[in-house]
């Protein structure tokens, strides 16, 4: 049975978004920034933000876990927010404390709506 998607936002900081990059690139999913990528990038003392928007499962490599594919609204040294994806295994996200109160996360989530993409900043910037 496949686990229900949670509706809620997580927050975490750097160094908890580095170790989940790096179970992602051990797992071999598809959506994740490289870990180096995410040093040289991120601020150091920022928090980030997880909202899971999609269940991850592919059928067509049983080996590979299921995974929750997240939104991710992150914050870079310039301290813009750039808005991301990051697929995430559900037990792992489950253990990430529940921290923001509706609003916060409503808020977040229009912040995500309305961000520039990795991909965009990363051109922007020169990256």
Not at 21 to 31: D, K, P, R
Not at 88 to 100: G, H, N
Not at 107 to 115: L, S
Request: glycine share 4%; proline share 6%; net charge negative.
């Amino acid at each position: 049975m496949i686990p229900a998607l949670p509706r809620t936002v997580r927050a975490v900081d750097t160094a908890q978004l580095l170790n989940l990059a790096q179970e992602t690139a051990v797992y071999g999913f598809s959506q994740r920034l490289p870990v180096d990528w995410l040093q040289d990038h991120l601020a150091a003392e920022a928090t980030h933000y997880l909202f899971p928007t999609l269940v991850q499962q592919l059928r067509h490599r049983p080996e590979v876990p299921l995974q929750w594919r997240c939104q991710q609204l992150l914050t870079v040294r310039t301290g813009e927010q750039i808005w991301g994806l990051l697929d995430v295994l559900p037990d792992t996200f489950d253990k990430i404390p529940e921290t923001l109160d509706t609003a916060s996360r409503k808020d977040i989530v229009n912040r995500m709506e309305h961000a520039v993409t990795v991909r965009e900043w990363a051109g922007a910037d020169g990256c």
